[in-house]
Every structure is written in structure tokens, then in C-alpha cells.
T-cell receptor, first 114, second 114 residues
Framework: DQQVKQNSPSLSVQEGRISILNCDYT??????FLWYKKYPAEGPTFLIS?????DKNEDGRFTVFLNKSAKHLSLHIVPSQPGDSAVYFC?????????????FGRGTQLTVWP | DAGVIQSPRHEVTEMGQEVTLRCKPI?????LFWYRQTMMRGLELLIY????????DSGMPEDRFSAKMPNASFSTLKIQPSEPRDSAVYFC????????????FGDGTRLSIL
């Protein structure tokens, strides 16, 4: 059962525009959320995270928004650059749990074209 | 700092052969995770360890799969006997404090079973 869902397998955006990647989750116990970026032939790399006590976290061109009531988070990339073309994974965890694992979505392939 | 190191990067072998994948986590990390990525199922968690002890192996697909962590700096994932449907990219990741911190991934082992 997929507890973290990324319903858009792909997104295509023009360079300079905003990219918005979406993620939904079902487990109300999740309190820590992360985004990873993955290039071909490489492992996923951590991009940005947010705790459930916040609704926004910003790091340069990347901003993550969290809507707890809707169980929804999004990653905004502004402005988008061709080097941002990659697969983006959303992940979540319940830090109160002793299990210590992350739950990943299936990923969204972002293509930024010139 | 050295990241998570996986070996081999690529493995091609015939059905029925034993396959051993290796992982060296980041020094000081107390959690180690094994994932498998396929087109059909995305990024699946197979098993993870905390302080060298297996915590959850419910993602291990069959008894043909086994994983060990004999010490804090080394883990193996073994498939015996291997089958064509085991073909995938296998990732190892490590973290501090489990789900409270980002996981750091290796670059994966691309496994092809002929």
C-alpha cells in the first residue's frame, strides 16, 4: 500500500519558468518530509526537507510547501534550469516511530527545456 | 567525505548464479537501508539495519534474498539462486537517526540476470 503518492509521472517546463511537483500522503503520523533528486546512473540525492511544525521551507531556488490538512506537499523550483532535469522523489517519515524508515513515492520525471 | 560506496557498479550473470552486492555506509551512520528500483515498482525498501541489527526485512521478496551487516562499515545483499526477474538497480543508503535525518544513497548496482 503506497503511503506516499506522486500522481504525475512526468512534468515538462520551459527554462526560467516555475516547476511545481506534487506529493500526497495518507499516514497522518508522518511529521517529516523530504525531496530527493535523481540523475541517471546515480543514486538519489537529498534536496530539501520540512518538518510538520512548518508549512514552508526555502533553500535558494527550491521551496517546499506543506499542507497538513490536505496531506499534501509540493516542491517549487524557481526559476527552472535545464540542469534541474531529473527524477524527483518525495519521501516521508514518522519520527516518533522506532522504525526509522522513510516512505518514498514513485517519482516524477522533470524535464526543463531551453 | 566519502559517501556511501557500493560495489560492483554493474553485474551481469546467468540465471541460477549467486550474486553478492556490497555496501560501505558513511562512517558514523547507524542506519543502513537496501532498496531495489524497477520500472514496475519504483523504489522499494528491501531491508534495513540499525546498529548492525536487521529491523525490518518484510520487503525482501523471497528466501532467495538475504542480507547481512557483520560490522558497522560493511553490508552485503545476496541473491541465491538469481533469476531474470531480479534484474534491477539496487541501492544502499545510510543515515543518522533513521527517519529523523536524510538518507544518503550510493550510486547503485545495476544487476542484469540473463
Amino acid at each position: 500500500d503506497q503511503q506516499v503518492k506522486q500522481n504525475s509521472p512526468s512534468l515538462s517546463v520551459q527554462e526560467g519558468r516555475i516547476s511545481i511537483l506534487n506529493c500526497d500522503y495518507t499516514n497522518s503520523m508522518f511529521d517529516y518530509f523530504l525531496w530527493y533528486k535523481k540523475y541517471p546512473a546515480e543514486g538519489p540525492t537529498f534536496l530539501i526537507s520540512i518538518s510538520s511544525i512548518k508549512d514552508k521551507n526555502e533553500d535558494g531556488r527550491f521551496t517546499v510547501f506543506l499542507n497538513k490538512s490536505a496531506k499534501h506537499l509540493s516542491l517549487h523550483i524557481v526559476p527552472s534550469q535545464p540542469g534541474d532535469s531529473a527524477v524527483y522523489f518525495c519521501a516521508a517519515s514518522d519520527r516518533g516511530s522506532t522504525l526509522g524508515r522513510l516512505y518514498f513515492g514513485r517519482g516524477t520525471q522533470l524535464t526543463v527545456w531551453p | 567525505d566519502a559517501g556511501v560506496i557500493q560495489s560492483p557498479r554493474h553485474e551481469v550473470t546467468e540465471m541460477g548464479q549467486e550474486v553478492t552486492l556490497r555496501c560501505k555506509p558513511i562512517s558514523g551512520h547507524d542506519y543502513l537501508f537496501w532498496y531495489r528500483q524497477t520500472m514496475m515498482r519504483g523504489l522499494e525498501l528491501l531491508i534495513y539495519f540499525n546498529n548492525n541489527v536487521p529491523i525490518d526485512d518484510s520487503g525482501m521478496p523471497e528466501d532467495r534474498f538475504s542480507a547481512k551487516m557483520p560490522n558497522a562499515s560493511f553490508s552485503t545483499l545476496k541473491i541465491q539462486p538469481s533469476e531474470p526477474r531480479d534484474s534491477a538497480v539496487y541501492f544502499c543508503a545510510s543515515s543518522l537517526l533513521g527517519g529523523s535525518q536524510p538518507q544518503h544513497f550510493g550510486d547503485g548496482t545495476r544487476l542484469s540476470i540473463l
